[in-house]
């Protein structure tokens, strides 16, 4: 574990520096690539060498930011560096399958908002009262005296955009508005971002969640709501586990869930792979996902976990009722009072 540092620490070692590479998260988000992509511009402005780099390929809705086409995958052959950035990403093992080669660079700087992370890096900057980890980036490229030009205002809004679920989930603070308007400002557009992200989906994404929806079910009582999706379905659709993003929210919205619930078949594996969204403020989330090694935020999070989906699910499920029974037993205890 190392130290927590300010801004101002970063945008220093950035000085003393010649080049970086920037890693993120496995199934980046738009947040991930985002933060990524700003910063990789903002050095390079700087004339610092910048590298990008994810063990998974871009997901086709970041496609549109700038630099998106040359990010490094997997076991793409890279410059010896000195210093990583690791963005959004609480734990080395949601790198990916990159993460021995990052944890043998000597400087790891962590910049994340997630209140799972294990302040892993030798410098550590995070705050789970961000919204996003695009906020962070967009305050160091000021510390850095860098100009955020249209191109990086895109990135970063992206990141903002969607981690706060369009502006609409409890994480949306004062300073998401404020920061997001500062980007309309230097050029983001709203309209291409949104439409880029949430407009321009594939056939087989469609097709999938058809059929992730046919299998909805909801508890008796209305509070849980799960869907699932099994490696068939995405064969027989076509589909690949990147379209699989936000379809947990689909149950999320059902009036009266207060916990929602994805679990997913991995491809030639028997892990399951889990995605949480909690609509209570007394159910959290990433306390049940930390119990199999995962984690994320209070109202969202996940984990992968060791399992045919049919016993995980069991399992989880099982967890989940009993912290829905402890929030609905408390409601009436406070009635009672």
Known sequence: MGDQVRPERIAQLVREEESFL?????RPDPDCVGSQLALSHALRKMGRGAEVWLADRVPDNCLFLAGSSSVHQGDAPLREHRVAFVLDTPKPERLGRIAERVLRIPVIVNIDHHPSNTLWGR??????????TSE???LLIHEMGI??????????YAGILTDTGRFCYSNTSPSAHTMAAELLRYGANPEEVSRHIYGSSRIQ?????ARVLQGLRVDDDGALAWVRITREMYGECGASTEDADGFVNYARDINGVRVAVLLEEMPGREHTRVSMRSQDSRIDVNEIAARYGGGGHHAAAGAVIPGRLEHVEEKLLGEIREAVRRAQHGDRISRGK
């Open 205 to 209: 994404k469609i097709r999938l969640l």
């Open 22 to 26: 920037i890693c993120g998260h496995v």
């Open 147 to 156: 100009e955020i030009d249209r191109e990086i205002a895109t990135c970063l």
């Open 123 to 132: 410098y550590n900057w995070v705050d789970p009262k961000a919204s996003a």
């Open 136 to 138: 962070f980036i967009q």
